[in-house]
């Protein structure tokens, strides 16, 4: 089989791999070159096992997360595999809600415990026997999770050093003036045509 593998390979790929799957995968989609396997939350653990023991995906690249808040299900959980024995690279995917818990993958690739674990900080997916499941890039007592969609730009408070009490202290975020914005580069008021600089006109005249 030659490389990279065109879309009718992949999509032949991608219909051995859910006919061997035994229900774990139930449906996959072939574009730019990537194929991506869809199925449910409840099976991850048998679904990425088959992947890895039976299909050859040695290796967990990345675990993430993606939201969109007009879903019922308003998770994405995505597993990046791939095969270094057989140059081969899959996506699979999991819809996952606010009160559904994934199981976790961490016995199967035991490096997806730090990745689950910010699929956790940054969305709020729980994973089921995950054995340490906390922030990790979020400080202590952080509120929300930071890429949800509703979750506020500004977020919900600041820090700052407070020289009385020799400690770093959280405040609720104060609202901030907005400025108003010109736009201008400092080096674009050089130019003819832009915001005039003092002298400008000595040349004109000139001319």
């Known amino acids: 089989m030659s490389w990279p593998l065109s879309t009718q390979e992949l999509e032949l790929l991608a219909a051995e791999i859910i006919g061997g799957s035994g229900g774990a995968i139930g449906s996959a989609d072939v574009a730019f070159g990537e194929i991506t396997l869809v199925g449910e939350a409840a099976q991850v653990r048998e679904a990425l096992t088959y992947l890895r023991d039976v299909r050859g995906f040695q290796q967990l690249i990345d675990v993430c997360g993606a939201d969109y808040p007009e879903r019922e299900l308003r998770f994405e959980v995505v597993y990046h595999l791939l095969s270094l024995t057989k140059n081969q690279r899959v996506r699979f995917k999991v819809a996952a809600g606010e ?56 977020g919900y408070v600041e820090v700052r050093y407070d020289d009385e009490l020799k400690r770093v202290v959280y405040e609720p975020v104060s609202s901030v003036e907005w400025r108003n914005w010109d736009f201008l580069s400092p080096w674009e008021g050089m130019e003819r045509g832009f915001a005039p600089l003092p002298g400008d006109e000595k040349s004109e005249s000139k001319a």
């Open 99 to 154: 009160e559904t818990v994934v199981p976790s993958a961490v016995d199967i690739y035991p490096n997806a415990n730090w990745y689950e674990r910010e699929a956790f900080d940054m969305y709020g997916v729980f994973f089921d026997g995950h054995p340490d499941l906390r922030r990790i890039l979020t400080d202590y007592g952080f509120h929300g999770h930071p890429l949800r969609k509703d979750f506020p730009m500004t």
